[in-house]
C-alpha cells in the first residue's frame, strides 16, 4: 500500500527559527508530490507541485525540496503568520489521485 | 477565479439521520474529489470523478455513503444511514486534470450525536 508520512507531528519554533519539515513516501515512479497549508476550520492551499528529483520550487520563506524518497520544507525565518498544518501528499502512478500524509502541525512563537 | 464552493459550512445529524453535502468546482476543473479529514488526520480520498465517471471509489463505505456528479459539474455526496464515526469535516477538490493540484473549498463539519 502506498504511504506517505510526515515528519515531526508536530514542531514548535520561535520567530526567525528556521528548520525543515519531512515527507517520506514509498512510491515508486511518483507521478507528483504536493504541498499544502492548512488553517484551522479551512481547507487545504496548494502550495507546491514537483515532479522530478532535484527540482526545487519557493514562495516567500517556503522552499520545497525533491529526492527519490523524500520532500523536504523548509522554512526561512518564520514568522507567527506561517502557523498551520502543512500536509503533503503524493500522486502515485496508475492510481490518479492524491493520497495524503498526516500532516506537520507547525507553531511559530512571536 | 472563483473558488470550490461547499454548503452547508456546519451540520449537526443524530444517528441513523441522514445528510447531504454539496460542492460546485472551479469552473472547467475536470476532475473532482470528495475527502473526508478525521481530527488530527490527513484527508483521506472518498471518491473521485473524472467529467461524469468514477475514477476511484475504493475507500467509500457504499453500504451507507454514495455520491453523484451531475452533467460533470456540481457534485453531492450524501450519507444515509450516519453513524457516530461519520463525524469528520468532508471536504471537496476540484483540478483541472487527473494528477495535478488540486483546489479545496472550505470544508463541510459533520456532528453526528
Known amino acids: 500500500e502506498d504511504q506517505v508520512t510526515q515528519s515531526p507531528e508536530a514542531l514548535r519554533l520561535q520567530e526567525g527559527e528556521s528548520s525543515s519539515l519531512n515527507c517520506s513516501y514509498t512510491?515508486?515512479?511518483?507521478?507528483?508530490l504536493f504541498w499544502y497549508r492548512q488553517d484551522p476550520g479551512k481547507g487545504p492551499e496548494f502550495l507546491f507541485t514537483l515532479y522530478s528529483a532535484g527540482e526545487e520550487k519557493e514562495k516567500e520563506r517556503l522552499k520545497a525540496t525533491l529526492t527519490k524518497k523524500e520532500s523536504f520544507l523548509h522554512i526561512t525565518a518564520p514568522k507567527p503568520e506561517d502557523s498551520a498544518t502543512y500536509l503533503c501528499a503524493v500522486s502515485p502512478p496508475g492510481a490518479q489521485k492524491l493520497v495524503f500524509g498526516q500532516g506537520t502541525r507547525l507553531t511559530i512563537n512571536p | 477565479e472563483a473558488g470550490v464552493a461547499q454548503s452547508p459550512r456546519y451540520k449537526i445529524i443524530e444517528k441513523r439521520q441522514s445528510v447531504a453535502f454539496w460542492c460546485n468546482p472551479i469552473s472547467g476543473h475536470a476532475t473532482l474529489y470528495w475527502y473526508q479529514q478525521i481530527l488530527g488526520q490527513g484527508p483521506k480520498l472518498l471518491i473521485q470523478f473524472q467529467n461524469n465517471g468514477v475514477v476511484d471509489d475504493s475507500q467509500l463505505p457504499k453500504d451507507r455513503f454514495s455520491a453523484e456528479r451531475l452533467k460533470g459539474v456540481d457534485s453531492t455526496l450524501k450519507i444515509q444511514p450516519a453513524k457516530l464515526e461519520d463525524s469528520a469535516v468532508y471536504l471537496c477538490a476540484s483540478s483541472l486534470r487527473l494528477n495535478t493540484e488540486a483546489f479545496f473549498g472550505q470544508g463541510t463539519r459533520l456532528t453526528v450525536v
Open positions: 512510491v515508486s515512479g511518483l507521478r507528483g
